[in-house]
């Protein structure tokens, strides 16, 4: 699933030293949890059609019982599902939508057994002479009578005991038939709505990834029960039906006396539940040969905003067949844009889904952000038709592998697609130098879970965060350079040529990647997967210390907080290829590496008196001029961390940022940036923020007016990809530090735009920074027009930054007025009500405003 950062993919990370405070941390940890608890609980299945009938679940109260465990018994293994689904996208006589439907799974019997397990979860199914299922044999295969049958709600299992034994290596057939609710929950196939014309259209979906697919239909929901789908949509007229497959020519029918569309499909390959979609909707497309297509509402598509993700899929996945000496395993790719949509993107084999923001851009509307997002989400997620999706974890432990994974070549598909923006370099600041503050907790969590660790649907969805997504990228980028990209992707093509279409744990990766190392004849000190198992086994990472008059090299696990206590077991030590030269200093090929200065851990010089000079010897200004700004851009990220791990003081974590009233350069203002927002926040209420305040505006005043010459006085963009960003870090720390002219510029702008609301000029790029600057500055008067501008907004993004920007304001009661508004679905969406509180809780005044609400609106924030 592309991240969204998912995170369930889909949260904002949370890091200490990058711009949230530790109370912004707890606010989004608790919208997050009560989400994806509410997710989990079971619910009353929606009114059923009269010929349906309810069997009132029980529960044996035998403790330990098969139907008590969250994992599938090994007896049973699915062949193939021939499902046919019917949404409403009209409520009923009851005010809800619904959706009916049947399923028949036929499955081999692997071990004798009188019992079945299969999933389903908030499904109504129909009663057959008492029970909830049929049950036939095939092939000459007697089935046996059913004894007892009954909803296991806790473990979402259907529960099916036997008169008699099925016998191994004999096939049955299994046949449901439910009813379930068409709920805009954002899982499983659930509904989402927009307006058109001022008219509401409804829209069927779906999002199975990791544990939903029992929502549509009741089947055996884990990665490992892989089978083929054949599926079968009945649709109003004027809808279009889409599924991971191509459909055969629709038909008209008519049934309950209204006229509908039957659409079939080709069955899919071999695949996992969590990878099944269906969409139902009256979108319309772009295309070209072969099979790529790009929906979204019809506006959308008429206005260009499928374009952009047009013109880079085709390239991408040219990169991927060649990365991967594979060809693309499927005869079409679609790509929908949907409005409401609780991730970023999500994989699903041949009909990838994505949020609106992730796959649509506008060039007069949209930001070079929002076309870099777009660029690295399709890449994401066009990766995982692959690794992920022809050859697919095993158990969910080992989903940072195919997180991780996607993460990191999604950088390198981008690249490919878009080579002036030096993607490969933006993966240290997007990715690396963000997680390794989370990773820095005691609160960490290895890479790699025991299997056994991972049962219920709760810890699926814990799994999903940035370690899995940011460190798994991390750690595989460290691989790829030590045993060079070239190597790295051979034992890749290998590994997806022997387990296509099935299933592998993480080991499996290693013994390719290994046998790709020894046949280039790369000596390694250790193992592929001795190596690995330390960075992936392990939390955390470690601080390197370089003796520099010895020449010892040292390591220990790195804390922010070198108080905290660590309860998870660990040795806490990383091997590591190092090849580094200091001073007179070469070591090669220790128990510690550092091939290339973006590895996963700091490296820290012990001389003199801490870091102080001798860091500013060891990294001159001279270096960031001529391009080689890795070292010094590490180097000042993380003085500050060591700074928070009480290893250096204050003064000498900001002395580190003496030289960036000299430097124009995008990674290390980031940077830098990242890190003064964390002081900022922390001495907000204190003596010294003024000064502080006084000196960022002394450092950020000379990139004010470089930027302002560049631009020929804020009339053109600037044409390198990092300058348009690091323009808006110009503009947004000067007006924050109360740069002379900034204010009145970004003021002066949003002023001429509410005197005209249909002619925006402020430039895309430098949307964010201005609305949330003038509002900022601004009252009620500036706010209102922003409230009314986003909800008129029939573009994603531009609705995004105005969803930000109101976050921005200094009224106390605005933003209380805002917090109510995430109560509301009709004011501000499902999908974005938990970024909505984060983002008031960054704002310092919004901080306690946030916290008080959300103790205040638990219940209902635990239960929607």
């Known amino acids: 699933m592309g991240k969204g950062f998912y995170i369930s993919k889909a949260v904002a990370v949370t890091c200490v030293v990058v711009a949230i405070a530790a109370v912004a941390t707890i606010i989004a940890l608790s919208v997050v949890y009560a989400q994806e608890k509410s997710k989990n609980e079971a619910i009353s299945p ?114 099916i005991q036997l008169s008699g034994p099925l016998q191994a290596g004999s096939k049955y057939e299994l046949f449901t038939e439910f009813v379930g609710e068409l709920a805009d929950d954002l899982g499983g196939f659930y509904r989402s709505e927009y307006f058109e014309d001022g008219v509401k259209k409804v829209v069927a979906t779906t999002q199975m990834q990791p544990t939903d697919a029992r929502k549509a239909f009741p089947c055996f929901d884990e990665p490992a029960m892989k089978a083929v789908f054949h599926m079968t949509l009945i649709h109003p007229q004027e809808t279009v039906a889409l599924s991971n497959a191509m459909n055969y020519d629709p038909v008209n029918i008519t049934m309950d006396g209204q006229k509908l569309i039957q659409t079939r499909f080709e069955p899919t390959e071999i695949m996992s539940t969590y990878l099944l979609a269906f969409v139902v909707c009256d979108f319309a497309y772009i295309g070209t040969k072969p099979g ?16 952009y993700a047009l013109e880079k899929t085709g390239p991408i996945l040219s990169f991927f067949e060649n990365y991967y000496n594979s060809s693309y395993p499927l005869t079409k790719s679609d790509q929908i ?66 997180e991780g994974f996607a993460t990191y070549v999604s950088y390198l598909g981008a690249n490919y697609a878009e080579p002036t923006w030096k993607m490969k370099d933006l993966i240290v600041l997007n990715e690396i130098v963000g997680v390794m503050a989370v ?5 960490s969590h290895p890479l790699s879970s025991k299997e056994e660790d991972i049962q219920m649907p709760e810890h699926i969805s814990e799994l999903f965060d940035s370690i899995t997504y940011s460190k798994g990228a991390a750690v595989l980028r460290m691989l790829s350079e030590f045993i060079t990209e070239t190597v790295f992707s051979k034992g890749l093509s290998t590994y997806l040529e022997e387990f296509k279409y099935k299933n592998t744990v993480y080991t499996d990766l290693w013994k390719h990647l290994q046998m790709a190392v020894d046949k280039a004849g790369i000596k390694l000190p250790s ?9 992936i086994l392990q939390m955390g990472f470690p601080v390197v210390t370089i003796d520099t008059k010895t020449g010892k090299i040292t390591q220990k696990h790195f804390l922010l907080d070198p108080d905290s206590v660590v309860d ?15 001073n007179m200093l070469n070591i090669q090929y220790v128990s510690v590496i550092l091939n290339s200065p973006t590895l996963f851990f700091i490296l820290f010089f012990e001389w003199l008196d801490g870091c102080g000079s001798s860091y500013e010897w060891f990294v001159p200004i001279t270096w960031i001029k ?34 960036l009233n000299k430097e124009v350069e995008y990674m290390p203002w980031q940077t830098a940036r990242n890190n003064l927002d964390y002081y900022f926040l922390m001495f907000d209420r204190s003596e010294v923020y003024g000064p502080m305040q006084a000196y960022i505006k002394r450092q950020v005043s000379p990139l004010f007016n470089y930027f302002k010459d560049l631009t020929l006085n804020w009339t053109k963009i600037p044409e390198s990809h990092t300058d348009q960003y690091n323009q808006v870090n110009a503009i947004s720390l000067a007006c924050s530090t109360g740069v002379k002219g900034c204010r009145d510029l970004t003021t002066g702008w949003f002023r001429e735009w509410m005197k005209n609301s249909t002619n925006n000029k402020i430039s895309p790029n430098l949307k964010s920074t201005v609305y949330c600057s003038a509002i900022a500055a601004g009252g009620v008067e500036e706010w209102d027009f922003a409230w009314s501008m986003y909800k008129n907004a029939t573009i994603a993004s531009e609705a995004e930054k105005l969803m930000h920007a109101l976050s921005c304001t200094k009224q106390p009661w605005l933003l209380n007025r805002y917090l109510q508004y995430c109560l509301d679905p009709e004011k501000i969406r499902k999908q974005d009500a938990t970024i909505t509180i984060i983002y008031i809780a960054s704002n310092p005044i919004g901080q306690p405003l946030a916290w008080d609400f959300i103790r205040a609106n638990w219940n209902h924030i635990f239960n929607e």
């Open 439 to 443: 990773d820095a907790l005691a609160s």
């Open 568 to 582: 998870r077991p660990s040795e806490f030590k990383w091997e590591l290829l190092l090849n580094v030269s200091v």
């Open 46 to 159: 929606p009114t059923t059609s009269p010929d349906t009938t309810t069997i009132t679940p029980t529960t044996p109260s035998t403790p330990k019982e098969p139907w008590q465990r969250y994992r599938l018994p090994d007896s049973l293994a699915p062949v193939s599902y021939n499902v046919t689904l019917w949404p409403r996208l009209k409520t009923n006589a009851d005010g809800l939508y619904i959706f009916s439907g049947h399923s028949t799974v036929v499955f081999t019997c692997v071990k004798e057994t009188d019992l079945i397990l299969i999933h389903s979860n908030r499904l109504n199914l129909t009663a057959f002479e008492g029970y909830h299922a049929k049950l036939k044999g095939l092939d000459g295969a007697t089935a046996p009578s059913l004894k007892n049958t009954w909803l296991e709600v806790p473990t979402q299992y259907l529960v």
């Open 527 to 535: 193992s592929v997967e001795v190596i690995m198992n330390r960075w």
């Open 337 to 402: 844009a949907l409005p409401d949509f609780s991730a970023g993107a999500m994989e699903n084999w041949g009909l990838i889904t994505y949020r609106e923001t992730a796959l649509l851009y506008n060039p007069d509307v949209s930001s070079n952000g929002d076309k870099e997002w777009v660029a690295t989400v399709i890449s994401h997620e066009l990766a995982h038709m692959w690794f992920g999706n022809l050859v697919t974890m095993k158990w969910w432990n080992d989903l940072w592998l195919n």
């Open 292 to 307: 790529i297509r790009i929906w979204a509402r019809r506006k959308a598509i008429e206005e260009g905003q499928g374009n």
């Open 626 to 659: 001529t391009g080689e700004i890795f070292f010094f851009f590490f180097f000042t990220k993380h003085c500050c961390n060591i700074k928070m791990a009480e290893m250096v003081n204050t003064t000498l974590a900001l002395r580190t940022t003496k030289f």
